[in-house]
């Protein structure tokens, strides 16, 4: 069935997007930029010039989804195109033989499977970047040009201005607008937010810019910056649970700071490896595993690294952060990890609290001002970059941010300080 002529109306900057053939694009913009709305647009464009193909539209949640995202496709769709939507299976049959599915990124191993010809990651910053890897992975359908389209609200500075605006690469493209450059918004709109936000605040959710929000930046961010162009892949194993950078050299000592998840969801257990006279990360743990799994992991990562000394927190329940410390011990790691009671080595733990939490995070905080660590993982130069001061002055995530490699590296860099000589301990091991 042809589709007839449908006419919508964008400004300049939603146009250049729309026009756009990279194989990733990206739309930053803030609040009222029009970003949906060209989204959807650029899926109206390739529906109807690709009859047959399959495309996913992704939001963060259920309720974006619901609330914010179908809502654009249907404005910006002709009323015949939506017609078919199926609430029961989250998905969009169009007159012209093309499908599109309709789902949320919460959890991205749910996405894998499809082969489609096209991915619209709408508010794409509140998604993870293993759901965008994830996504990338479904353009494969025969038959069809491929593309992918992120829109989205700037947070900091997090995965999505890693992969599209830290440095120019081939095959994506990334549009930048301010909310102000919408003609269509309604009078006084821009005035409210501005009386109401910020200025760092303004700078994210009207310009759309890349920038510390919530508060003062906790960490000196222009060592962070040099600290990214250190950072590099990895070599990862086990599902991606455990990343390596470098292996272990007899004789070196290594030192092990681990923050341990409270509940399945939400948090990451994390565990940071340095090299103790270096301060070079040399491997890290990171991923929701089971806790007789992540501790074992954890105790095979202790051993590998020359029997590297571990500072894990003492947290959550009984039946979490301190199972997996009492494992360590049981495991035989028990020689080489930190005692709240040094003498009597009966409390094994580091127990974070409003005492010691604003002590270790600012041993971290002169390690970074002072260059005396060498972070490898992006994402935790990324999170540190997103750590603020609230307006009482207290170290903490940005709003919706996470802080998992934070306090891991925390631990990390006061285990430098911590760590007693082992040299008479050290074992000699084969990193394969």
């Not at 170290?395 to 300080?417: E, F, I, N």
Request: some cysteine.
């Amino acid at each position: 069935m042809a589709i007839k002529q449908h006419r919508i109306v964008l400004f300049r900057q939603q146009d250049e997007f729309l026009r756009d053939t990279a194989l990733h694009v990206a739309a930053a913009t803030g609040r009222g930029g029009g970003k949906s709305y060209v989204g959807a647009a650029k899926g109206l464009k390739y529906v109807s010039e690709h009859p047959g193909s399959l495309g996913i539209i992704t939001a963060p949640s259920y309720s974006t989804l619901r609330d914010a995202t179908l809502p654009s496709v249907r404005s910006v769709w002709p009323e015949a195109m939506t017609k078919g939507f199926h609430p029961s299976s989250n998905s969009l049959t169009v007159p012209n033989g093309s499908e599109v599915l309709l789902r949320t990124t919460d959890d991205p191993g749910l996405l894998r499977g499809p082969n489609a010809a096209w991915v619209w990651m709408d508010e794409a910053p509140y998604s993870s970047h293993e759901a965008f890897q994830v996504l990338q992975g479904t353009l494969r359908q025969a038959g069809h040009p491929h593309q992918m389209w992120l829109t989205g609200t700037p947070r900091g500075y997090t995965w999505f201005y890693d992969e599209f605006a830290k440095v120019k690469r081939a095959n994506y493209s990334l549009h930048h607008w301010s909310a102000r450059d919408n003609p269509y918004l309604p009078e006084g709109f821009i005035k409210s937010l501005e009386e109401s936000y910020s200025r760092e605040f303004a700078l994210q959710e009207i310009d759309g810019e890349f920038t510390v929000v919530g508060g003062n930046a906790y960490f000196k961010l222009e060592a962070l910056r040099q600290m990214l162009e250190d950072c590099k892949e990895g070599q990862a194993d086990q599902g991606g649970l455990v990343t390596r950078w470098r292996g272990p050299m007899v004789g070196n000592a290594y030192v092990m700071g681990v923050d341990t998840a409270w509940g399945k969801t939400g948090s990451y257990s994390c565990a940071i490896v340095l090299d103790r006279r270096t301060g070079d990360q040399v491997a890290e743990v990171h991923g929701r595993p089971d806790l007789d799994e992540l501790a074992q992991v954890l105790y095979d990562m202790h051993k590998q690294y020359n029997r590297a000394y571990i500072l894990p927190e003492w947290a959550g329940d009984e039946d979490e952060g301190q199972y997996v410390v009492r494992k360590l011990v049981e495991l035989g790691a028990g020689p080489w990890m930190y005692y709240r009671d040094p003498e009597k080595r009966e409390q094994p733990g580091f127990v974070t609290n409003p005492v010691t939490r604003p002590y270790i995070l600012s041993l971290l905080e002169v390690a970074v001002r002072r260059k005396a660590i060498v972070p490898r993982c992006r994402d935790w130069v990324r999170e540190m970059m997103s750590f603020v001061r609230d307006d009482k002055g207290r170290p903490s995530a940005a709003q919706g941010m996470k802080d998992d490699h934070v306090m891991a590296g925390a631990m990390a860099v006061r285990a430098l300080d911590e760590a007693p000589l082992l040299d008479d301990q050290v074992v000699e091991v084969k990193y394969r």
